[in-house]
């Protein structure tokens, strides 16, 4: 069993920088792939960004290609998401989640764990 906690969110203004963290436990973690997702009101949960096991590959949405940079640090079990260029429409759930595939990495039903979730809201 994999446990994920999520720390980072807040408010921020359009322009501004948010770092998002996520812990996790259990020793696999350097096995998993790692992805975040995000989910604004009345809307379905969204793919992000996503890293291999090793941190030698990463994969991003259109949406926030060259304005967020997903990154892990397997030594402390935690993978991180930093976001700037901060728009409005960023505003959701943010949640990272643990894959044991990099096979359709941005498919949410591919992740076998989530976390919580962490709120990010980005003000005009």
């Given at each position: 069993q994999v446990q994920l906690v999520e720390s980072g969110g807040g408010l921020v203004q359009a322009g501004g920088s948010l770092r998002l963290s996520c812990t996790t436990s259990g020793s696999t973690f350097s096995s998993y792939t790692m992805g975040w997702f995000r989910?604004?009101?009345?809307?379905?949960?969204?793919?992000?960004?996503?890293?291999?096991?090793?941190?030698?590959?990463t994969y991003y949405a259109d949406s926030?290609?060259?304005?967020?940079?997903?990154?892990?640090?397997?030594?402390?079990?935690?993978?991180?998401?930093q976001m700037n260029s901060l728009k409005p429409e960023d505003t959701a759930v943010y949640y990272c989640a643990a894959s044991r595939t990099w096979y359709q990495r941005d498919q949410a039903n591919k992740y076998n764990y989530w976390g919580q979730g962490t709120q990010v809201t980005v003000s005009s």
């Open positions: 989910q604004a009101p009345g809307k379905e949960r969204d793919f992000a960004a996503a890293i291999s096991w090793s941190g030698s590959n926030v290609k060259g304005r967020f940079t997903v990154s892990r640090d397997n030594a402390k079990n935690t993978v991180y998401l």
